[in-house]
């Protein structure tokens, strides 16, 4: 039992995916309601609701209470949850981890300067006043 709700968990997971690669959900776009996601897949309403939980997990929709459920609109966002459990569990420590964000943030910042409008380049210097703000926070 448990192997078909997880496929048809990943049923959703790959529907949504399908539908950003063609081109027919794009950022700031509302998914479609989730009784029409579940006649269209076939799929019970609490298998879509798996699916989307999964897909809000990873940063791929955001769901606006009474709105409904959207792609986001910007840039892509990882929250540092994830990184903390991962970080736990491989026993990386706090300045190992700051090693890497260091060799990574510094090479996105540097095509990001490369390809920035001016309202990018006030993004930049927002995001980096934070970094700074927050470099004791691991």
Do not use: C
Request: charged share 25%.
């Amino acid at each position: 039992m448990t192997t078909r709700r997880t496929d048809s968990t990943e049923q959703v997971l790959t529907y949504v995916r399908n539908l950003i690669a063609q081109g027919k959900l794009r950022p700031g776009d509302r998914l479609p309601a989730e009784r029409d996601l579940a006649i269209e897949l076939r799929v019970s309403r609490p298998t879509i609701r798996a699916g989307l939980r999964a897909l809000a997990a990873m940063g791929v929709i955001v769901s606006r209470h009474g709105s409904g459920t959207y792609i986001p609109d910007g840039p892509p966002t990882l929250g540092s949850e994830p990184l903390r459990f991962l970080a736990a569990l491989h026993g990386f420590s706090r300045d190992e981890m700051y090693e890497a964000r260091r060799v990574l943030e510094v090479s996105a910042a540097g095509l990001a300067a490369e390809r920035a409008s001016a309202e990018h380049t006030a993004a930049i210097a927002e995001e980096v006043a934070n970094l700074f703000a927050s470099i004791e926070d691991p």
